[in-house]
C-alpha cells in the first residue's frame, strides 16, 4: 500500500475552457493502467470547450448544478450525486451553471482527448432538460 503524493491545483488552459476552472488530479495511473481521475472545480458559468474522449468519459456531480451537452444535442442539467456517461468519441462539453460553481469527478481512461472549439453562449444557454 502507498500514500500517493498530491499534485497542487492547478489552473485550467484557456484554450480549452472559458471561464475559470481548476483542476485536482486524484489519480493518474500508472502503465499498464491508463485511468485517470480529476476533481473539476468550475466557477459559475465556467465551461470545456467541445471535446471528446477515444474510450468515452464518466462524471459524477459532487456540488453546484452542472450544465451538460452533446453534440446536436439539449443541455442537460445534473445535480449531485449524478452521473453522466459520455461514449467514445462523442462531441460534448460540460460545466457550471449561472450563479453555481460546480464540482465534478471525471473518470476517463488514457490520454486520448480531442479538444475541438469552444461553446458559444447561444450553445451554453440553450434549452435544458432538467429531469434525466
Known amino acids: 500500500m502507498e500514500l500517493l503524493e498530491r499534485p497542487s491545483t492547478r489552473k485550467l488552459r484557456e484554450a480549452n475552457f472559458t471561464g475559470d476552472a481548476w483542476a485536482d488530479v486524484i489519480y493518474r495511473g500508472a502503465e499498464p493502467s491508463k485511468a485517470r481521475a480529476n476533481a473539476v472545480h468550475f466557477a459559475p458559468g465556467a465551461r470545456t470547450a467541445w471535446h471528446s474522449h477515444g474510450v468515452g468519459q464518466t462524471l459524477y456531480i459532487v456540488e453546484g448544478i452542472a450544465l451538460i451537452q452533446s453534440r446536436g444535442g439539449r443541455v442537460l442539467e445534473a445535480h449531485p450525486g449524478q452521473v453522466i456517461w459520455t461514449p467514445p468519441g462523442e462531441e460534448h462539453w460540460h460545466g457550471a451553471a449561472p450563479g453555481?460553481?460546480?464540482?465534478?469527478?471525471?473518470?476517463?481512461?488514457?490520454?486520448?482527448?480531442?479538444?475541438?472549439?469552444?461553446?458559444?453562449?447561444?450553445?451554453?444557454?440553450?434549452?435544458?432538460?432538467?429531469?434525466?
Open 100 to 132: 453555481h460553481f460546480m464540482t465534478h469527478l471525471a473518470l476517463w481512461e488514457g490520454d486520448d482527448v480531442t479538444w475541438l472549439d469552444h461553446v458559444t453562449d447561444a450553445e451554453y444557454a440553450g434549452p435544458r432538460i432538467r429531469d434525466l
